[in-house]
Nanobody, 117 residues
Framework: QVQLVESGGGLVQPGGSLRLSCAAS????????MGWYRQAPGKERELVAT???????NYADSVKGRFTISRDNAKNSVYLQMNSLKPEDTAVYYC???????????WGQGTQVTVSS
């Protein structure tokens, strides 16, 4: 059974930081590109950041220079370090795992991030 379990969300003041974690099980993690997506109320889900099996990263323009995605294949985990958070970063953040051959795609249940004073 495949599981992607996110953690680390919460309430933070503008300018603050949070680190999201996603622990994967039931997949051969090293063969999956990993990503973080987010969905704000009334909006579509959007890409935040992705990291390939080789470690190459890609970021949405809105988070470049503030967020950092990383992975630890030994721990079957992917992380999102979020700095200089803004109210517009408020959303449910979802972890995604996509097989390199596109044969499977999985989502976590999401973790709420709220940026507010």
């Amino acid at each position: 059974q495949v599981q992607l379990v996110e953690s680390g969300g919460g309430l933070v003041q503008p300018g603050g930081s949070l680190r999201l974690s996603c622990a994967a099980s039931g997949i051969l993690f090293r063969f999956y590109a990993m990503g973080w997506y987010r969905q704000a109320p009334g909006k579509e889900r959007e890409l935040v950041a992705t990291i390939t099996t080789g470690g190459a990263t890609n970021y949405a323009d809105s988070v470049k220079g503030r967020f950092t995605i990383s992975r630890d294949n030994a721990k079957n985990s992917v992380y999102l370090q979020m700095n200089s958070l803004k109210p517009e970063d408020t959303a449910v953040y979802y972890c995604n795992a996509r097989h390199v051959y596109g044969t499977s795609n999985y989502w976590g249940q999401g973790t709420q991030v709220t940026v507010s004073s």
